[in-house]
């Protein structure tokens, strides 16, 4: 079978099923793993998947890839991401952090600032954070998601009303070409809103996935942004449109 054809066929597995397991879909077309394994990386490279442990998934839609599997997505990228972003956060500094994989290698990075206060919607980042005895800890209540331990609703939008940070440490599922940064879930979506406006600067931290993604709901701009902390150069367009904004572009790595 030729790789057009393979393609293709790739395509519509990942369709029916919502994800291509490398082995499942080596059997089922008569190749090799590794044939798949350079097929699904061909498809990731086009935009059209997004490569998970052991396969694949649609690369957007109107849910989110689950949780396990994004933790398992550029991990060395989000490292370098976090590590950038976190040296430039003071330590004495009051900051927000919003729920995502990046976010939580931000949480991991700033194991040894000293007297930080972290204002969190994400039970990940709090858990993580608890190994700094010089960081005080606010968990913003709110709906609990199982699926990745975010606090979510009124509530959690209430709690973060309350305060006035330095900084916001903020992550998103998708960005579009005109640089809206963009989500799955409105609710959470409400409450990065929330800490945007409640703080004096604000740093985002996404990997280069989120340049091919795409998300139903609307965190806010790149305009809204500080610093965009990243692991590739965004397109010509998006860098100029980040220069217009004054939003400095950091790429990690």
């Avoid at 952090?97 to 969190?120: F, K, P, Q, Y």
């Avoid at 701009?221 to 965009?228: E, G, K, N, R, Y």
Wanted: aromatic share 4%; proline share 2%; hydrophobic share 45%.
């Amino acid at each position: 079978m030729s790789q057009t054809f393979r393609l293709d066929d790739l395509m519509q597995i990942a369709r029916e099923d919502g994800r291509i397991v490398a082995e499942d879909a080596a059997a089922r077309l008569g190749v090799t793993v590794q044939t798949i394994r350079r097929d699904l990386l061909k498809l990731s490279e086009a935009g059209k998947l997004t490569r998970v442990h052991g396969g694949a998934v649609l690369a957007s839609g109107t849910s989110n890839i689950g949780y396990d599997d994004r933790r398992a997505l550029y991990t060395d990228e989000k490292a370098a991401i976090a590590a950038a972003c976190a040296a430039e956060i003071p330590d004495n500094a009051a900051i927000f952090m919003n729920i995502g994989t990046t976010t939580e290698a931000v949480a991991r990075a700033l194991l040894a600032h000293r007297d930080i206060l972290v204002v969190t919607n994400n039970l990940n980042v709090a858990n993580t954070l608890v190994a700094n005895p010089d960081c005080r800890i606010v968990v913003a209540g709110g709906q609990l998601r199982r699926t990745d331990g975010g606090l979510v609703g009124t509530l959690a939008n209430t709690i973060v009303e309350q305060f006035k940070f330095d900084l916001a440490i903020i992550g998103c599922s998708a960005m579009d070409d005109d640089g809206d940064l963009l989500d799955f879930d409105i609710m959470e979506v409400g409450v990065s809103q929330t800490a945007i406006r409640r703080a004096r600067r604000t740093f985002l931290v996404a990997d280069h996935s989120k340049f091919s993604r795409s998300a139903p709901a609307r965190i806010a701009s790149l305009a809204d942004i500080d610093t965009f902390f990243t692991d590739r150069k965004p397109s010509d367009d998006l860098a100029s449109r980040c220069t217009a904004w004054n939003t400095r572009v950091v790429v990690a790595g």
